[in-house]
């Protein structure tokens, strides 16, 4: 079983940055990929970005350029440094990880971005 504990989350101004954190745990032999979805609601949960166990990242268009992900394999650890945020990128964040065909999720922290 997997565990995810996401922290970061909290109220940011336009234009800061954030950093969020998920720690995988729990009993397992390896992760496949991780990473973060957010969702508002009236709207599609949508991928946010996501990382490989080699370290290739997608992103969606919408963050490109200014959120960025990345992995500590030892710790089982994925974080996304949010810069440059925009009230549009107020949502629940999820984390998720992939092991084989499993996906298991994060409760979702709020990022909040608002003058």
């Known amino acids: 079983q997997v565990q995810l504990v996401e922290s970061g989350g909290g109220l940011v101004q336009p234009g800061g940055s954030l950093r969020l954190s998920c720690a995988a745990s729990?009993?397992?032999?390896?992760?496949?990929?991780m990473g973060w979805y957010r969702q508002t609601p009236g709207k599609e949960r949508e991928l946010v970005a996501a990382?490989?166990?080699?370290?290739?990242?997608n992103y969606a268009d919408s963050v490109k350029g200014r959120f960025t992900i990345s992995r500590d394999n030892a710790k089982n650890t994925v974080y996304l440094q949010m810069n440059s945020l925009k009230p549009e990128d107020t949502a629940v964040y999820y984390c998720?990880?992939?092991?084989?065909?499993?996906?298991?999720w994060g409760k979702g922290t709020l990022v909040t971005v608002s003058s």
């Open positions: 998720y990880a992939r092991r084989d065909f499993v996906r298991y």
């Open positions: 729990g009993s397992f032999f390896s992760i496949n990929d």
């Open positions: 990382i490989t166990n080699g370290g290739n990242t």
